[in-house]
T-cell receptor
Framework: NAGVTQTPKFQVLKTGQSMTLQCAQDMNHNSMYWYRQDPGMGLRLIYYSASEGTTDKGEVPNGYNVSRLNKREFSLRLESAAPSQTSVYFC??????????????FGDGTRLSIL | AQSVTQPDIHITVSEGASLELRCNYSYGATPYLFWYVQSPGQGLQLLLKYFSGDTLVQGIKGFEAEFKRSQSSFNLRKPSVHWSDAAEYFCAVGPVGTYKYIFGTGTRLKVLA
């Protein structure tokens, strides 16, 4: 079982460059999420998608955009990378739904450094 | 506002010793609660979850957690720690509202041989 797959695993960018982080899940989940993880701050939600065709902002959406391409794929784009966006990015998915008790399943992360 | 607090940033235990990691939550109703483990360079793996019913839940890798409503706590325990348990542990509550999950800041466990 692949679960949640993130690409790339590592990336180094220069300030001002753009890039897209890819995420795909094969569990037929409705909900997908993007988090960033920084030391001592736990996981902070950037954006989420409750279902195909919908996206919503999380705690820290500034500087990011997302696309829910289809039920499987949810991408995160940095239009003009800044050093403050150096982080580890995790994609997650969940069967979701209002009042759902389903946990999230996580990818292995993308380690992004911006110089 | 809903929140999750893990008071211990770092914990060190000797191999074979017992372990308890603390988690306190603030939530308006009975929450769904989760513990995840993150090994270095990996994503988060679900250890166990609580929805309702028996307040003592069993998880993978020999972990268990107890839900105490009166204390708003969901502490993770293991009777005998193995060196391979060294990792970071996250408590989470959700979904909050409809789809959001709230995570604690994590507790990093070090195991001494």
């Amino acid at each position: 079982n692949a679960g949640v797959t993130q690409t790339p695993k590592f990336q180094v960018l220069k300030t001002g460059q753009s890039m897209t982080l890819q995420c795909a899940q094969d569990m037929n989940h409705n909900s997908m999420y993007w988090y960033r993880q920084d030391p001592g701050m736990g996981l902070r939600l950037i954006y989420y998608s409750a279902s195909e065709g919908t996206t919503d902002k999380g705690e820290v959406p500034n500087g990011y955009n997302v696309s829910r391409l289809n039920k499987r794929e949810f991408s995160l784009r940095l239009e003009s990378a800044a050093p403050s966006q150096t982080s580890v990015y995790f994609c997650a998915s969940s069967a979701g739904g209002v009042g759902s008790n389903q946990p999230q399943h996580f990818g292995d992360g993308t380690r992004l450094s911006i110089l | 506002a809903q929140s999750v607090t893990q008071p211990d940033i770092h914990i060190t235990v000797s191999e074979g010793a017992s372990l308890e990691l603390r988690c306190n939550y603030s939530y308006g109703a009975t929450p769904y609660l989760f513990w995840y483990v993150q090994s270095p360079g990996q994503g988060l793996q679900l250890l166990l979850k609580y929805f309702s019913g028996d307040t003592l839940v069993q998880g993978i890798k020999g972990f268990e957690a107890e839900f105490k409503r009166s204390q708003s706590s969901f502490n993770l325990r293991k009777p005998s720690v193995h060196w391979s348990d060294a990792a970071e542990y996250f408590c989470a509550v959700g979904p909050v509202g409809t789809y959001k999950y709230i995570f604690g800041t994590g507790t990093r466990l070090k195991v001494l041989a």
